[in-house]
């Protein structure tokens, strides 16, 4: 399979405590994104990558919010001392670097904060 | 926001044409119509995308109108599987991220 891949694909956690998401884009992809989609709503963008330059940040992604991709490869979303608010589905998606590519997305992470 | 108005939901019967409408009546002359869908407990996929002329791939056709205010998606012969939550979406050739609206719940009738 030569898709967007995500992991894990559902996590459990208790409010306060730390989780972070893993996404793995499409092998010639070098953009990456970040989107968050609660029950009912389309995504919502929330950062996006070119190789490992962070380049975009929307004013969603609090300071609880990291997200990195220290070698232009895979990423990582990192959200610390969760909330009930943070339920939701986390999803990825990748493009290549030439105009006008559509974006690919993967399955998601569905986050459940207790 | 999105720039986009779709019905918040339809029926079609299977094996019958999926016609679902969008307005977006305020697109500038640099952005492009895309399109996804979204089945339940997955990610969205890209189904078709254009400027203005009229598109076609082996999932759909895009029909756009000539003043660029509205286009259509048509599923040629819908199945079950086509049961998803489609959304249209207007976005510049720069522009790296996508705006989704509340889309349209397509359901496929047996």
């Known amino acids: 399979d030569t898709g967007v891949s995500q992991d894990p694909r559902h996590k459990i956690t208790k409010r306060g405590q730390n989780v972070t998401f893993r996404c793995d884009p499409i092998s010639e992809h070098n953009r990456l994104y970040w989107y968050r989609q609660t029950l009912g709503q389309g995504p919502e963008f929330l950062t996006y990558f070119q190789n490992e330059a962070q380049l975009e940040k929307s004013r969603l992604l609090s300071d609880r919010f990291s997200a990195e991709r220290p070698k232009g490869s895979f990423s990582t979303l990192e959200i610390q001392r969760t909330e009930q608010g943070d339920s939701a589905m986390y999803l990825c998606a990748s493009s290549s670097w030439q105009s006008n590519q559509p974006q690919h997305f993967g399955d998601g992470t569905r986050l459940s904060i207790l | 926001d999105a720039k986009t108005t779709q019905p918040t939901s339809m029926d079609c019967a299977e094996g019958r044409a999926a016609n679902l409408p969008c307005n977006h009546s305020?697109?500038?002359?640099?952005?492009?119509v895309y399109w996804y869908r979204q089945i339940h407990s997955q990610g969205p996929q890209y189904i078709i995308h254009?400027?203005?002329n009229n598109e076609t791939n082996e999932m759909a056709s895009l029909i756009i109108t000539e003043d660029r205010k509205s286009s259509t998606l048509i599923l040629p012969h819908a199945t079950l599987r086509d049961t998803a939550v489609y959304y249209c979406?207007?976005?510049?050739?720069?522009?790296?991220?996508?705006?989704f609206g509340k889309g349209t719940r397509l359901h496929i009738l047996p």
């Open positions: 979406i207007v976005r510049v050739e720069q522009d790296d991220k996508i705006i």
């Open positions: 254009g400027l203005k």
């Open positions: 305020t697109i500038s002359g640099n952005e492009y």
